[in-house]
């Protein structure tokens, strides 16, 4: 067996020059972990992920979940609604600002 590199992830590449370790965690645990248990479907975890990330206010962690999402099954529709839905449990601010960006991701 022949040790290969790691290959060098999303969290590497955006803040690995700043923060390795915080970019490793992010890596290995979340996503090479947490995201690959299968008691939640991954298209599950995007609708949770996107929901948490609206409620928090998280514009920019929202941008890169709303294209994971889409990649993992959600629509453009089911996203909206999603976040429609949102407005009355998280606030109509965080659900303008979460609709604001997705009609950004959706037009790119």
Not at 20 to 44: G, H, M, N, S, Y
Not at 75 to 89: D, V
Not at 99 to 106: D, K, L, Y
């Amino acid at each position: 067996m022949t040790d290969q590199p790691k290959q060098v992830g999303g969290g590497r590449r955006s803040i690995g020059d700043v923060a390795p370790k915080l970019a490793a965690l992010t890596d290995d645990v979340l996503f090479e972990d947490v995201w690959v248990r299968t008691q939640l479907a991954a298209r599950d975890r995007s609708l949770i992920t996107v929901a948490a990330l609206v409620a928090g206010g998280d514009a920019d962690q929202l941008r890169f979940h709303l294209r994971r999402a889409m990649e993992n099954g959600l629509t453009e529709t089911e996203l909206i609604e999603a976040i429609t839905h949102l407005a009355f449990y998280a606030g109509w601010p965080k659900a303008m600002t979460g609709i604001s960006v997705a009609g950004q991701v959706f037009s790119d």
